[in-house]
């Protein structure tokens, strides 16, 4: 599977954007997936993960009710809508997929990544 990821930008603080994460190769439907962030001087970190279907969610404490994972397995593409963003969501964000369980991918155990778009909230 390869992933691009696309829709990064600058945007000012309580504004949104919308991710999406395009997948060929492999059924992406096959594939649990999931959005981590770098920070400049940071490690990387989780932000959202979706299972295969859609049918479950989950998120980073800081995001929740602030964005929304979803994905279209018709289209093979991953989203990640992001509402009300702040200056400490500025960072590289990354899509990742995996065949592995849920919790080991929001671990950082995927078997494929995106190659970043970044995004940059001012104040």
């Known amino acids: 599977v390869q992933l691009q990821a696309s829709g990064g930008g600058s945007v000012q603080a309580g504004g949104s954007l919308r991710l999406s994460c395009a997948a060929s190769?492999?059924?992406?439907?096959?594939?649990?997936a999931a959005w981590f962030r770098q920070a400049p001087g940071k490690e990387r970190e989780f932000v959202a993960a979706i299972s295969w279907s859609g049918g479950s969610t989950y998120y980073v404490d800081s995001v929740e009710g602030r964005f929304t994972a979803s994905r279209d397995n018709a289209k093979n593409t991953l989203y990640l809508q992001m509402n009300s963003l702040q200056p400490e969501d500025t960072a590289t964000y990354y899509c990742?997929?995996?065949?592995?369980?849920?919790?080991?991918?929001?671990?950082?155990?995927?078997?494929?990544w995106g190659q970043g778009t970044k995004v940059t909230v001012s104040s």
């Open positions: 990742a997929a995996s065949s592995l369980a849920l919790d080991s991918l929001i671990k950082g155990r995927a078997d494929y």
């Open positions: 190769g492999r059924a992406f439907s096959f594939y649990n």
